[in-house]
Nanobody, 125 residues
Framework: QVQLVESGGGLVQAGGSLRLSCAAS????????MSWYRQAPGKQRELVAS???????KYADSVRGRFTISRDNVKKTVYLGMSGLKPEDTAVYYC???????????????????WGQGTQVTVSS
């Protein structure tokens, strides 16, 4: 079974840093774009950053210059380095991947956004 498992969330003071990780596992044929989204209470889920398999990156304006997305294609892991954290960065952070994997019938399945379970990031003022 394919899984995206996030880790690294927690409670940090404003101005602090955290590093999130998201490891993909299972029968994955292709792991294309990988992304981090976040959802704060009462708000819609929003894209934070994304990275292609070749390493091209995109960032939301609100985090550019403070967050860094990277990936290790061998480990099938994407990272989000966060520094200069602000209280408004408080949210559940979700990893998502554009991938093709094999289901239980050995049928290839392509999904644009395969989601992880999320990890809480709380920034205190």
């Amino acid at each position: 079974q394919v899984q995206l498992v996030e880790s690294g969330g927690g409670l940090v003071q404003a101005g602090g840093s955290l590093r999130l990780s998201c490891a993909a596992s299972g029968r994955i044929f292709n792991l294309n774009d990988m992304s981090w989204y976040r959802q704060a209470p009462g708000k819609q889920r929003e894209l934070v950053a994304s990275i292609t398999s070749g390493g091209d990156t995109k960032y939301a304006d609100s985090v550019r210059g403070r967050f860094t997305i990277s990936r290790d294609n061998v480990k099938k892991t994407v990272y989000l380095g966060m520094s200069g954290l602000k209280p408004e960065d408080t949210a559940v952070y979700y990893c998502a991947a554009d991938m093709t994997y094999s289901d239980i019938t050995d049928t290839p399945v392509s999904v644009k956004l395969y989601w992880g379970q999320g990890t809480q990031v709380t920034v205190s003022s």
